[in-house]
């Protein structure tokens, strides 16, 4: 069974940055693509970054620019570096597959301030 333990959340002034980690065990970690999600206070879960087996990566228009999906396939982490983050970046995040096959973690809490 897959199990995801994101962290790096935190309180951050806008303009701020901060680091997310997503450890993932229980797959085969290195063959999969994976995303980062995010939902904001009364929306929907969305993806925001992805990132393929081989490196490949795409963004929201929403954070391209500003955000930096990478992974350690040595650690079984999948990073995000949230730069210059805006109060509407505030939500939970969360790490998965990027279809969203496996169950949810319980995310990291990102609040950025005015």
């Known amino acids: 069974q897959v199990q995801l333990v994101e962290s790096g959340g935190g309180l951050v002034q806008a303009g701020g940055s901060l680091r997310l980690s997503c450890v993932i065990s229980g797959s085969i970690f290195s063959i999969y693509a994976l995303g980062w999600y995010r939902q904001a206070p009364g929306k929907q879960r969305e993806l925001i970054a992805d990132i393929t087996s081989g490196r490949r990566t795409n963004y929201a228009d929403s954070v391209k620019g500003r955000f930096t999906i990478s992974r350690d396939n040595g650690k079984n982490t999948v990073y995000l570096q949230m730069n210059s983050l805006k109060p509407e970046d505030t939500g939970n995040y969360y790490c998965?597959?990027?279809?969203?096959?496996?169950?949810w973690g319980q995310g990291t809490q990102v609040t950025v301030s005015s």
């Open positions: 998965n597959h990027k279809a969203a096959l496996w169950s």
